[in-house]
């Protein structure tokens, strides 16, 4: 297992323009994720982006107990088993508890790690892909430490993910600074630009209480800048009916819509240089 987690990481690495990781945000249904996949697979084969099908067994870290959470991990991982059988996808899930690093290795390719970095020794244990998402609270020097962390379990197959940063009490803002900075990882870099779109506990519900809010007219602009600026990969949570996505729907890009980005960014791909380092020279200048 352990050979196939570095052969896709190798490929994702050197993977032009970017690669991309999307699917809905959690599992519904074994129907709707599997019609799901076969619809981003088609776009993405059309396109020529490598895919990993991301969508999760559980929604753990909810505010309200009442919130749509998914199957559960058991059921969720045979769904997910599905999936990659029956459109020879790879995988990525998140984990919420070092317990879980092992099933979830089994199924997934890439274990997802959702800011909670106490389970990253336990996932890097499995020998699969780490993708470490950024703390909404951290700073970009965090994600160096985690990389190694994840190294010095013996697995060099990681990768590190910008998702926002917390701004005042309900709102996430994008930083592309860390775009840049988190190359210091020495690792491949992804940007959420679902996820650090979204506004926390923002919108207020009929009948009272919260759940989370979110500005999905902005995922084209922090698309576009994290293209531009060289990412390795992209993340996002695609859904086929965004208004009834019983969770995170706000910051859900629409299918119908999906092509059409990806388009875009692979445009913008074509001619930014955002992967190479400028090479600023502060000699004098004459005419």
Not at 126 to 134: A, L, M, Q, R
Not at 172 to 184: A, F, G, K, S
Request: with cysteine.
């Amino acid at each position: 297992m352990a050979n196939s987690a570095s052969l896709l990481y190798d490929q994702l690495k050197v993977a032009e323009p970017f690669f991309l990781f999307a699917g809905p945000n959690v599992i519904e249904s074994e129907e709707h994720v599997l019609r799901m996949a076969k619809s981003i697979k088609e776009i993405s084969t059309t396109l020529g982006l490598p895919l990993v099908f991301k969508s999760s067994f559980d929604k753990a870290n909810r505010t309200s107990s009442k919130s749509f959470r998914g199957p559960g991990m058991p059921e969720g991982l045979k769904i997910l088993e599905k999936v990659k059988v029956a459109y020879d996808l790879p995988i990525v899930t998140d984990v919420h508890e070092s317990s879980q690093c092992e099933a979830v290795g089994k199924v997934a390719d890439v274990i997802q790690i959702p800011a909670f970095l106490y389970l990253l020794v336990a996932a890097a244990q499995t020998g699969k892909i780490i993708n470490i998402k950024k703390g909404q609270f951290c700073g970009h020097s965090v994600m160096r430490n985690s990389a190694e962390k994840v190294r010095l379990a013996g697995n060099p197959n990681v990768m590190v993910c910008e998702r926002g940063t917390m701004f005042g009490y309900n709102d996430l803002i994008v930083d592309p600074r860390n775009l840049e900075w988190m190359r210091e990882a020495d690792c491949p870099v992804v940007a959420d630009i679902t996820h650090s779109l979204q506004q926390p506990a923002g919108k207020k519900l009929d009948g009272g209480g919260v759940a989370s809010g979110g500005l999905r007219e902005l995922i084209p602009c922090v698309a576009r800048t994290a293209v531009a600026v060289g990412v390795n990969g992209i993340f996002m949570e695609v859904h086929d009916d965004p208004l009834n996505a019983p969770v995170d729907g706000p910051t859900q890009w629409p299918l119908r819509h999906l092509e059409e980005l990806l388009e875009e960014l692979i445009a913008i791909a074509s001619v930014t240089k955002g992967k190479q380092q400028f090479q600023i020279d502060l000699t004098p200048y004459r005419d």
